[in-house]
């Protein structure tokens, strides 16, 4: 089965340092991977997806990035966190399929609380 | 994107039905309907999936208008651990094999004894 994994689980960090969460997938190969934000109160926005290995794609310009190193890894960063930066981060895979339907259902990881002060 | 409206909170009582409405009058044809849950300070779970007739799985039933225009997620015996905020979304393609779910601020469904 598959398996998602996202750490660490809770961070916090001054305004202007750098960040790094990472995702890993278990249990599957070539997955479609996604980084969404939840601010306090408020529904999830999708920040970037990636269809392979490289292949990355912004959904909103801000002060982050990502990477996919390797097929199953996937990686948030920025170099200098805001205070806006702040929110519960949470990564989610997905493998498209044609079954009667098609099938293209993500699955999200428990996510990283950060807090930036 | 398509938008979909829904209840900010309902209540329900162990063991009964628990129905939670959906309208998403300006879903185009060949948009899904996808339901996820989240418990507090966790991801969010997947339930089901639709696009024209009603499914259902082991976790739920979804009952999709024959207009399309609204949908009803129902748990059939709802439990405790039920409780959770369920938001109802339309899946938008963004590329032919990714896609994007927008997450409004669901119903939040409380489960007493």
């Known amino acids: 089965s598959q398996t998602i994994h996202q750490w660490p689980a809770t961070l916090v960090q001054p305004v202007g340092s750098p960040l790094s969460l990472e995702c890993t997938v278990e249990?599957?190969?070539?997955?479609?991977l996604y980084w969404y934000r939840q601010a306090a109160g408020r529904g999830l926005q999708l920040l970037f997806y990636s269809v392979g290995i490289g292949q990355i794609s912004s959904e909103v310009p801000q002060n982050l990035s990502a990477s996919r190193p390797q097929d199953r890894q996937f990686i948030l960063s920025s170099k200098k966190l805001l205070l806006s930066d702040s929110g519960f981060y949470l990564c989610?895979?997905?493998?498209?399929?044609?079954?009667?339907?098609?099938?293209?259902?993500?699955?999200f990881g428990p996510g990283t609380r950060l807090l930036v002060l | 994107d398509a938008k979909t409206t829904q209840p900010t909170s309902m209540d329900c009582a162990e063991g009964r039905a628990a129905n939670l409405p959906c309208n998403h009058s300006?879903?185009?044809?060949?948009?899904?309907v996808y339901w996820y849950r989240q418990i507090h300070s966790q991801g969010p779970q997947y339930i089901i999936h639709g696009l024209k007739n009603n499914e259902t799985n082991e976790m739920a039933s979804l009952i999709i208008t024959e207009d399309r225009k609204s949908s009803t997620l129902i748990l059939p015996h709802a439990t405790l651990r039920d409780t959770a905020v369920y938001y109802c979304i339309v899946r938008v393609s963004v590329t032919g094999t990714a896609s994007k779910l927008t997450f409004g601020t669901g119903t939040r469904l409380q489960v007493t004894l």
């Open positions: 300006t879903i185009s044809g060949n948009e899904y």
């Open positions: 989610a895979w997905s493998v498209y399929r044609w079954a009667r339907q098609a099938q293209e259902t993500q699955y």
């Open positions: 249990g599957t190969s070539n997955p479609n």
